[in-house]
């Protein structure tokens, strides 16, 4: 594939509370949809079309995992702050997940990766009492190459829904937000460029623009000044993302591998349902992939509202698959309930119940 392939797939155009429910439940969709099969080989399991019970960590089908409990707490905590990033409070809130299963969907934490786990001890040992403090201990730990994970990646989405009317501020708000758990500069370039393509399409659904295409967010992509230098190589100008095969794309948990393993999936597939089967079938980091696909997919094809939507209709977004996959979803209402938070944080807004 081409980037001129990609001028035909226009952006669906639709209210910004639904592209904000979509991609939240895009996100969750996908990381539900995916963890069943995470740590598997690629190729080693049958093919993931529906929510099934995670065995790995004994949580019924549908259940969510660490990825949007996560991208919750940072959501409620930037609601909480009217839009500002405050990285004491981001991490209280991860602590609370960790020890008491704060906006877990089953009640208990059950998967928290190493990064997330040694910074919130480093967070734990400044007692929470200031957010500079907390900040220094984990830059200087875990500003390393080493700790290159996708834990805050997997996440951010929310700072782009919250601040997508400014660009600058959103790229801004990425590279802090990261500070709390993974610092270093690849994972802050990922959460930057992510979020600008997020800010990026919610802007030009509020200009109504007919002719945006995966083309122009393409191009975004390829704007971008990576001080990375392997992630740049990776999905930046001249990285032939496009070009590459389902088998060279790996998914593990290494933020570069796994940015551009949803990025590939987005681009290269036609239908939110599509990409999301693609990207949970590749095993390995397959929850997390999926998230950070499935938040991206989600706001460019949401097109209507759950609600809106019959047993028998179809939307670009709305499958009759991913239907199920959002029916089988446990706790909906607690992402519902964000969804209304970041709809109130971005002045209110018609588009009927949010879900
Ligand atoms: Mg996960």
Redesign the pocket.
């Known amino acids: 594939m081409k980037p001129e392939d990609l001028s035909t797939s226009l952006l669906p155009l639709a209210p910004i509370p639904t592209k904000l429910s979509t991609a939240l439940f895009g996100l969750a969709i996908c990381?539900a949809l995916g963890?069943p099969v995470?740590f598997k080989r690629r190729g080693s399991f049958p093919t993931v079309s529906k929510m099934l019970p995670n065995t790995t960590f004994k949580v019924p089908a549908g259940s969510w995992?660490?990825?949007t409990s996560l991208a919750l707490c940072l959501a409620w905590s930037l609601i909480s702050n009217a839009g500002k990033i405050d990285l004491l409070d981001h991490a209280k809130r991860y602590y609370q997940w960790r020890e008491r299963g704060y906006m877990s969907c089953t009640g208990h934490c059950f998967?928290c990766g190493n990064t997330i786990r040694y910074a919130l001890t480093l967070w734990e040992t400044t007692e929470f009492t200031s957010e500079e403090k907390g900040v220094e201990s984990v830059r200087k730990t875990l500003d390393k190459s080493s700790f290159s994970g996708n834990g805050s990646l997997?996440r951010v989405l929310p700072v782009a829904l919250a601040g997508w009317r400014d660009l600058e501020v959103v790229v801004k708000n990425a590279g802090r937000s990261t500070e709390a758990t993974h610092p270093n500069v690849m994972c802050r370039e990922a959460c930057q460029v992510y979020c600008l393509l997020v800010a990026t399409i919610l802007q030009n659904v509020e200009k109504k623009n007919e002719s945006f295409s995966k083309k122009d967010l393409f191009e975004v992509l390829e704007g971008f000044e990576f001080q990375s230098k392997e992630l740049g190589e990776a999905v930046g100008k001249g990285s032939g993302l496009l070009g590459m095969k389902y088998e060279e794309i790996r998914s593990s948990g290494y933020v570069l591998h796994s940015l551009q393993a949803a990025l590939w999936a987005f681009f290269t597939s036609g239908s939110f349902e599509e990409g999301a089967v693609l990207t949970v079938n590749m095993g390995d980091d397959a929850?997390?992939v999926g998230?950070i696909y499935g938040g991206l997919a989600g706001c460019w094809y949401g097109d209507a509202l759950y609600d809106d939507i019959d047993g028998s209709s179809e939307s670009g977004f709305w499958t009759k698959k991913v239907k199920e996959w959002r029916g089988d979803l446990q706790k909906p209402e607690m992402i519902e309930k964000v969804v209304g938070g970041l709809v109130e944080l971005n002045g209110g807004g018609t588009g009927g119940s949010v879900a």
């Open positions: 990381d963890g995470e995992t660490d990825d998967d997997m929850d997390t998230a």
